[in-house]
């Protein structure tokens, strides 16, 4: 099975930084790679597919880069409303593995 | 709209079943497969099963294969989970989820059902 696995599990930032959380796969996945946000007590939200291409609606800060083993989510300058928990999830093939998760918090 | 409503859910004991349903609507249900993601108290996100558009295959995490069973119905654009043998590690909020049109990522989630396993 594929194993993701996210950098940081907790970050501190404020509004208007630029943050980068990375997920990196056990084997190559090509650019088979999906980015969510999450919000408490609410269904995850698709923001990138396909490593680099946005989801429909999200905003242009949000960008995806990478492929083969090593991908990198960049919010360009944090808003309030982006203060969440992201995951990274691979969708080359079956079981479809979902990175442990980075909290984003207020600094 | 694209929306997924889950339903079902609740309370059970270890050992016991329970059937989870996801009925779908503002998209053609039957051109796209279909997932459950559960997640566990303050826990992250873990795949649990997706089926193809047509039903004729399926697919379950280790976690839940032999006890859990995903199914579809076209015609009534509904998604079901039945799960058996429950234990307390499956206690978690479940979630339906359709893949997005060109990649096997989720881009429609309904709004998750509370399963608790406890005695």
């Known amino acids: 099975d594929i194993q993701v696995t996210q950098s940081p599990s907790f970050l501190s930032a404020s509004v208007g930084d630029r943050v980068t959380i990375t997920c990196r796969a056990s084997?190559?996945?090509?650019?088979?790679l999906a980015w969510y946000q999450q919000q408490p007590g609410k269904a995850p939200k698709l923001l990138i597919y396909?490593?680099?291409t946005l989801h429909s609606g999200v905003p242009s800060r949000f960008s995806g880069s990478g492929s083969g083993t090593e991908f990198t989510l960049t919010i360009s300058s944090l808003q309030p409303e982006d203060f969440a928990t992201y995951y990274c999830q691979q969708h080359n093939g079956y079981p479809r593995t979902f990175g442990q998760g980075t909290r984003v918090e207020i600094k | 709209e694209m929306q997924l409503l889950d339903s079902g859910g609740g309370l059970v004991q270890p050992g016991g079943s329970l059937r989870l349903s996801c009925a779908a609507s503002?998209?053609?249900?039957?051109?796209?497969?279909m997932s459950w993601v559960r997640q566990a108290p303050g826990k992250g996100l873990e795949w649990v099963s997706t089926i193809s558009r047509s039903g004729d295959s399926t697919y379950y995490a280790d976690s839940v294969k032999g006890r859990f069973t995903i199914s579809r119905d076209n015609s009534k654009n509904t998604l079901h989970l039945q799960m058996n043998s429950l234990r307390a590690d499956d206690t978690a909020v479940y979630f339906c989820a359709k893949d997005h049109r060109w990649a096997e990522a989720f881009d429609i989630w309904g709004q998750g059902k509370m399963v608790t396993v406890s005695s």
């Open positions: 503002g998209f053609t249900f039957s051109n796209y497969a």
């Open positions: 396909a490593a680099s």
């Open positions: 084997q190559g996945i090509s650019t088979y």
